[in-house]
């Protein structure tokens, strides 16, 4: 189900920031400590009344020079305008209404899009003060006033965005539909690899980085088998990241990622795997998605007896978490062995879906427990009753044992391998959520 998006919409030191943050709690982080991945966010998941939206921190106009504030004022509202159901307005009581504000306000009327306004930083409870009333004048109707230092007045001014949401329809999950995005850095060959698959110019293909701004959705049927392929915005590292149209890009990207079965990471080879690759892998793997390491642009670079290995060595050391990603080299612009990464596809997206039998699943762990004894510790060992199979997409296991102390993740890991080894499981992660059983059972 798609989630509604929220964008907040402001000049600099309105409090936007700050009130980003009330309305994403804890469920927003900068850096997250996870393998391959540390990135700032510009957007969150939340919910209100039961039902879970995508709010969107614009950052604030941030003009280069003075002669261009309307300039950068209309794409830094336009921004918000093409990507949201629905707008806030953010102002602040303290500065009272700006010009500033005025000229966002006329864009946003003229937009025909639902926009709420609120007014910040009314940190008194009771009557608002009279400097409140003069927003009415922006000609968006209704206004709120909001402190987002205290959280006053957030709930009335959430119920009124509420309304504006799109009305809820569940999508039909297509078993028979595979749906693969196509990521990466700027200039990785992205649009071209879509375009040989599709064999016309669906996408532009540019040597400037950043030609494709948006998420494209496009069908494609091989082998009696169905897959949509969504090529994506590159991505780039952050402080590349100048325009707000990109940074809107990136976005895009992440929700990408976020709808799609199978990634096809590419890697430039003549750049070979860069810092800002393992960002983008560390998000699919974060996301727990399927994945396949493309090596792009095979035709450029010279070759020898050992240059697909080297190639394929330094993607293996360089996505060491992800290991159970298969790695493949192609040329995009020639067409060498394109076609045959619908098989890749194909395999990776049966291992998405596998699921076995608990009682297989079972042997296979008491095999593994009997091959390496479970670690002790001070003369008290690690007990694994037993697993079952809860999920797929990606295959998500609990196991049930005496103490959590105990599960080291070298075993995890071990058991990880166990798994692979008897199923496959090629070039998707596997989840494990690990649960204490009943400590009387202990005894």
């Known amino acids: 189900m798609a989630k509604p998006i929220v964008a907040i919409v402001g000049r600099p030191n309105v409090g936007k920031s700050a009130f980003f943050n009330f ?12 393998p391959g991945v540390t990135r700032d966010r510009i957007y969150a998941t939340t919910d209100w009344r039961g039902r879970e939206f995508t709010i969107i921190d614009t950052g604030g106009i941030e003009p280069n ?18 990507t949201a159901d629905v707008i806030i307005f953010l102002v602040n009581i303290k500065d009272g209404m700006t010009a500033a504000d005025k000229d966002v306000a006329d864009i946003l009327y003229r937009s025909g899009k639902n926009v709420v306004v609120a007014v910040n930083k009314v940190d008194q409870v009771g009557e608002p003060p009279n400097d409140f009333y003069e927003f009415y004048n922006l000609g968006l109707g209704e206004i709120y006033p909001i402190s987002s230092l205290h959280g006053l007045g957030i709930g009335n001014l959430l119920d009124e965005v509420y309304k504006y949401f799109p009305e809820q329809v569940e999508e039909i999950e297509d078993e028979n539909i595979i749906k693969v995005a196509i990521i990466g850095k700027p200039n990785s060959g992205k649009s071209s690899l879509l375009n040989k698959i599709l ?5 532009i293909v540019s040597d400037v980085p950043g030609t494709t701004r948006d998420a494209i959705d496009t069908q494609v049927t091989r082998n009696d088998r169905n897959y949509i392929f969504i090529d994506t915005a590159g991505v780039r590292k952050k402080s590349k990241v100048y325009s707000s149209i990109e940074k809107y890009s990136v976005l895009r990207s992440w929700t990408a990622v976020e709808r799609a079965d199978v990634c096809l990471l590419l890697i430039d080879a003549i750049d070979g795997v860069t810092e800002q690759d393992t960002k983008i892998a560390g998000y699919a793997h974060e996301q727990g998605k399927a994945i396949i390491t493309v090596i792009n642009k095979w035709d450029l670079i010279e070759k020898d007896n050992s240059t697909y290995k080297k190639l394929t060595e330094e993607a293996k050391n360089k996505f060491m978490f992800m290991s159970y990603a298969p790695v493949t080299a192609i040329s ?5 062995r394109v076609e045959e990464l619908f098989a890749l ?3 990776v997206y049966d291992s998405y879906t596998k699921r076995v039998s608990t009682g297989t699943l079972n042997d296979v762990l008491n095999d593994a427990l009997a091959m390496v004894q479970p670690p002790t510790h001070k003369g008290r060992s690690l007990k694994i009753y037993y697993m079952t199979q809860v999920s797929v997409k990606p295959p998500t296991f609990v196991l049930f044992i005496n103490t959590k102390k105990l599960f080291h993740f070298s075993y995890e890991r071990y058991l990880f391998n166990q798994l692979r080894e008897a199923f496959g499981f090629v070039g998707t992660p596997i989840r494990f959520i690990v649960k204490e059983k009943d400590k009387e059972k202990e005894r």
Do not use: P
């Open 345 to 347: 596809i194909n395999e």
């Open 23 to 34: 309305i994403a709690g804890q469920r927003i982080s900068i850096v997250e400590d996870t």
């Open 332 to 336: 995009a612009k020639t067409g060498q």
């Open 199 to 203: 064999g016309e110019d669906r996408v």
């Open 65 to 82: 020079s003075t002669d261009e504030i309307l300039q950068q004022m209309h794409v830094q509202a336009q921004i918000a305008i093409d």
